[in-house]
């Protein structure tokens, strides 16, 4: 089981930005986490981060060749990036979306997701707990296709 991890903009300031809001884990203390949730489960974990929408596309065109699945946080991408809706519509992968904080509880313009129609489910407001439901879903969606 091959399994990517995207990150997307903002989220490389993750300890430093509005801790209040996204926690006190850094991007790389979160990555580690997920690698050994990942490996308990016999998954191989990539991770990937870009604040640019089109570097989040071609990652997820990539991931068509190698990945079993898709789990990412698009941050602010989620409100209005049908072009990595489309992206993940068309790789045919599952994927789960993830969000640090709960959406629906935020400003009006963040409770819509438009990534969250091509997903097969969402997490949020759980804080990096929201990734490690990720991963262990993605393994346990991954297991019972095989």
Avoid at 20 to 43: P, Q
Avoid at 57 to 66: F, R
Avoid at 118 to 143: D, E, F, K
Wanted: charged share 20%; proline share 3%.
């Amino acid at each position: 089981m091959k399994i990517l991890l995207i990150h997307g903009p903002n989220l490389n300031l993750l300890g430093k930005r509005s801790p209040e809001i996204y926690g006190t884990s850094s991007l790389d203390e979160i990555n580690a986490r997920m690698h050994s949730i990942a490996k308990e489960g016999g998954a191989e974990l990539r991770t990937f981060q870009s604040n640019s929408e089109g570097a989040l596309i071609d990652a997820i065109h990539e991931a068509a060749d190698w990945a079993d699945g898709i789990i990412i946080n698009p941050g602010a991408y989620a409100h209005y990036s049908y072009a990595i809706r489309d992206a993940l519509a068309s790789v045919q992968l599952p994927a789960i979306e993830v969000h640090l904080s709960n959406i629906y509880a935020r400003e009006e313009f963040r409770r819509q997701s438009v990534i969250s129609s091509v997903v097969v489910g969402c997490v949020s407001g759980l804080g990096w707990r929201s990734y490690a439901c990720g991963v262990q879903a993605m393994i346990g969606i991954l297991q019972d296709r095989k």
